[in-house]
């Protein structure tokens, strides 16, 4: 295995990231992990770099200071140097999983809760499930002095193993100070009674009884791609899987073989916001608005893949390593799984002479699964036969609940069993796309199908054209998706031009998505302005990696896409970054429950005008085998 500027960092290598502060900076007690990422090299490094030259590695670590509520930033080199150390003033750590475990135990031993949970007939805080969520900038008066604090909706546990998400304990939270686990608050409003439909979901309970016969899938001569280290070799595709606790599962260095020649496609692609804005005004709803992957870090929260379970085939799965809180090493194994697909007709036609012509599709899959209490994300990376890529976001888990209170309505929520409410809400994700499109300097150009009226230009009422609009400056470059008019974003090399001296480009074609419910000026509007375009497109800079700022935790919002765009910098002939909005609007369904099937949301990549023909054209037929 050779070591790439680019690979994931190792258990050692962030050990010995936590040594060197510890030892270099006094870090103690005080100090807790808050994130520790891989350093990228910037890219013209990585692209100069030649198999086999010494790699400077290093991790950009945030540390965060409970005793003067500060938030450092270093880079730190993996051989025990630190390089660079500076404060980040007003940021605020994300929640570390210490913190929140001490904040639970704190809110389980608190009198008022003891006591608010017998009063509902609970007699043990053991059997009460707590969750800690952020408050995003909605705290309570008198508690808004820029202390770190979470809130803990509860869900009672009747007997163990029992799905707790059917027994929301409605009305009572406890409030509790993150850096020292005081709780600062308990809020009860009895008197609303917990649903008790219980909601079995594991086999022992349901018994599975729909069965089908065996499918196996099989690859008797082997998967058709290697893996080095990081790198991935498929089909002509060629890319590197990256890994960091903070956005999970990366995609760097996208190449193709076109013809015998490696062309360059993507720098880097990776999920770098998920945020899930809820829609009940209910006290139990209203500050749900937790940013997945800025105020947790999804990747902390990576599944252990099982084979033929998760993922069918013939799996290579890649192992992660992540920093907890308190600076001990994690290492998840089977994190990342990388296999093929069957994936129906690539193509095919039949003749006039009856001649028939057909191709087999398969895809290559990157992904991986994250857990964040009550729900799944699946991301999902796909490299096809036809020179194009998808991401999907499966999305799939329990739905978040709440407890009816008698009397009262509820038009913002589902109600999925009697007094058992599913707020709706919306998964809305941040897609940062450094595209490289046979090269580094790109431009952007919106494509719209347009007709027009009846007349000289279209005669027959049926013509319609394309209008190309190039975005060209940031400002010009904050655009929705248009499906009445086809719309899609193509980024081109202007120097680069096809056999019919068409500029080379890839385009951003849109798949399911949504737009935000929340106004604008409310505090989740403010806090994630990002989501009110579907497409931003910014130059490459090297900190400007998440759409809602580096810290969004208790932000009041503003930082990220909207600040760095109202500079209006120039978008012609540079290293452009698409950044594409998605996502579902959730409004719960009864069959959402027990454990909500999955539901998908992405977008393609597709190329348009980069090959002179179908790169699908190539491809081998399969033989007709274990066919009946
Ligand atoms: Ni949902």
């Known amino acids: 295995m050779t070591q790439h500027p680019l690979d994931p960092l190792t258990a050692t290598e962030l050990k010995s990231v936590v040594a060197t502060l510890r030892r270099d900076r006094g870090l103690d007690h005080r100090h807790l992990m808050a994130m520790v990422q891989l350093e990228e090299p910037a890219k013209e490094r990585v692209l100069s770099w030649q198999a086999g030259e010494p790699v400077d590695r290093a ?19 993996v051989n025990g140097e630190v390089l660079e150390w500076k404060d980040i003033p007003g940021a605020l750590s994300p929640v570390l999983g210490p913190e929140a475990d001490d904040a639970l135990a704190a809110a389980k031993a608190d009198p008022r809760v003891i006591q608010a949970l ?77 649903p008790a439909t219980p909601a079995p979901y594991r086999l022992d309970e349901t018994g599975g009884g729909v069965k089908l016969r065996e499918l196996s899938i099989t690859q ?61 005004p209910s006290p139990g709803a209203y500050r749900k608005n937790a940013f997945d992957t800025g105020e947790f870090g999804l990747g902390n929260y990576t599944n252990s893949l099982a084979l033929g379970c998760d993922c069918l085939g013939e799996i290579v799965y890649m192992d992660a390593a992540v920093v907890d809180g308190d600076g001990n090493v994690r290492e998840i194994p089977n994190a990342i799984c990388l296999h093929e697909e069957d994936f129906g007709i690539l193509w095919k036609h039949t003749d006039e ?31 096809y036969q036809d020179g194009s890529i998808e991401f999907e976001a499966k999305l799939t888990g329990i739905v978040l609940t709440l407890a009816a209170e008698p009397g009262q309505e509820y038009p913002s929520s589902t109600e999925i069993e009697p007094g058992l409410l599913a707020p709706y809400h919306q998964h809305i994700f941040c897609a940062r796309l450094d595209l490289d499109v046979d090269g580094t300097e790109n431009s952007v150009v919106e494509v719209d199908a347009v007709a027009h009226p009846i007349g000289p ?46 500029p080379v480009g890839y385009k951003l074609v849109p798949g399911h998505t949504t737009y935000p419910m929340a106004h604008r000026e409310s505090v989740i509007g403010q806090r994630a302005g990002f989501m009110y375009s579907h497409l931003w497109v910014t130059p490459n800079a090297p900190d400007e990696k998440y759409p809602a700022g580096d810290y969004p935790f208790q932000a009041e919002g503003g930082a990220g896409l909207p600040a760095w765009t109202s500079a209006n910098r120039s978008l012609e002939d540079t290293d452009v970054v698409l950044w594409y909005v998605f996502g579902t609007n959730h409004i719960p369904r009864t069959e959402d429950w027990p454990v909500m099937p999955v539901e998908r949301a992405g977008f393609h990549l597709k190329p348009v005008g980069f090959f002179r023909r179908s790169p699908g054209i190539d491809v081998a037929p399969s033989a007709a085998v274990h066919c009946h």
């Open 118 to 194: 017998a009063a509902r007939g609970i007699a043990s805080p053991d059997d009460v499930h707590m969750e800690t969520w952020p408050f995003g900038a909605q705290i309570p008066a008198g508690l808004d002095d820029g202390r770190r604090l979470i809130w803990t909706p509860m869900w009672h546990r009747p007997q163990p193993g029992a799905n707790v998400y059917a027994h929301p304990i409605g009305g009572l939270r406890a409030i509790v100070d993150l850096d020292n686990a005081e709780v600062v608050a308990v809020e009860n409003e009895p008197g609303i009674p917990i």
């Open 353 to 383: 002479l009856g001649h028939v012509e057909v191709r087999r599709g398969r895809r290559f899959v990157a992904s991986s699964i994250v857990t964040v209490n009550n729900y799944e994300y699946g991301y999902f990376w796909y490299f």
């Open 457 to 502: 230009e279209n005669p027959h009422g049926a013509a319609y054209v394309t209008r190309e609009t190039p975005l060209d400056v940031e400002s010009a470059a904050q655009r929705l998706i248009d499906p009445m008019a086809n719309r899609y974003w193509k980024v081109i090399n202007p120097h680069r031009t096809n056999h019919v001296a068409q």
């Open 59 to 77: 991790a950009r670590a945030t540390v965060w200071n409970r005793a003067t509520a500060t938030v450092s930033e270093a880079v730190v080199t």
């Open 220 to 280: 008797p001569e082997g998967a058709s791609f290697t893996v080095d280290g990081s790198a991935i070799n498929w089909e002509r595709w060629r890319f590197r899987i990256g890994f960091c606790q903070r956005e999970g599962l990366v995609i760097h260095d996208v190449r193709f073989d076109d013809e015998g020649t490696e062309r360059r496609i993507a720098h880097r692609m990776s999920i770098a916001e998920l945020v899930i804005p809820y829609g009940d």
